[in-house]
């Protein structure tokens, strides 16, 4: 039974489109992340939600919008698509603070074309 | 600016034999800190931690040594083996309420030879 699961894994899409990518964790975590693996494979956050509250919101583009409907969900729609946006997105969830790691989904490889 | 760097692409290692993968931080106010693994077309899973009051924490084949002076960090595997070939990546967290936010190396492929 997967504990953090993200769909799709594969998403590509044409520059100018909207999507989003959906993120569910079955593990009780009170903190869930987005992280962008950039070409340069660095891992940068770049939101945190802890109880559907935004806590974390580094420099990223307005395009970019987290959504938490409740704790075990954080979706993040991606408005007018472009090509740098190409990378893997990693959502993840953590208890008390992620003191002990995070779990992470499996990763969706999102394609601008 | 990265304030976690591990400046080893890749290593490559016998089986049985010890891999030393790096990480250095630049942060002084990093007072925890993760390695995790990752292996193709899967997230990264949690490996092994540890805190800024230790200079060592072992579990099983995996020791992190920490050298807070030369804000420096590194992972032993030992004996290292071919289930062992993964990316490996290091990461830090601030203090307080960061509310688990951790910053990330771009890791190290270690590629482990039968």
């Known amino acids: 039974d997967t504990a953090v699961s993200q769909t799709p894994k594969y998403l590509v899409t044409q520059m100018g489109n909207d999507k989003s990518i959906k993120c569910e964790q079955n593990l009780g975590h009170d903190t869930m992340y987005w992280y962008k693996q950039d070409s340069k494979k660095f891992l940068k956050i770049m939101f945190s939600?802890?109880?559907?509250?935004?806590?974390i919101n580094e420099t990223v583009p307005n395009r970019f919008s987290p959504k938490s409907p409740d704790k075990a969900h954080l979706n993040l729609h991606i408005n007018s698509l472009e090509l740098g946006d190409s990378a893997v997105y990693f959502c993840?969830?953590?208890?008390?603070?992620?003191?002990?790691?995070?779990?992470f989904g499996s990763g969706t490889r999102l394609t601008v074309v | 600016d990265q304030q976690v760097k591990q400046n080893s692409p890749s290593l490559s290692v016998q089986e049985g034999r010890i891999s030393i993968l790096n990480c250095d931080y630049t942060n002084s106010m990093f007072d925890y800190f993760l390695w995790y693994k990752k292996y193709p077309a899967e997230g990264p899973t949690f490996l092994i931690s540890?805190?800024?009051?230790?200079d060592k924490n072992e579990d099983g084949r995996f020791t992190v040594f920490l050298n807070k002076s030369a804000k420096h960090l590194s992972l032993h595997i030992v004996p290292s083996q071919p289930g062992d070939s993964a990316v490996y990546f290091c990461a830090a967290r601030v203090g307080g309420t960061s509310y688990g936010k951790l910053t990330f190396g771009q890791g190290t492929i270690l590629t482990v030879h039968p």
């Open positions: 540890i805190s800024s009051i230790k």
């Open positions: 939600y802890n109880n559907k509250e935004l806590i």
């Open positions: 993840a969830s953590s208890s008390r603070g992620g003191r002990y790691g995070y779990t």
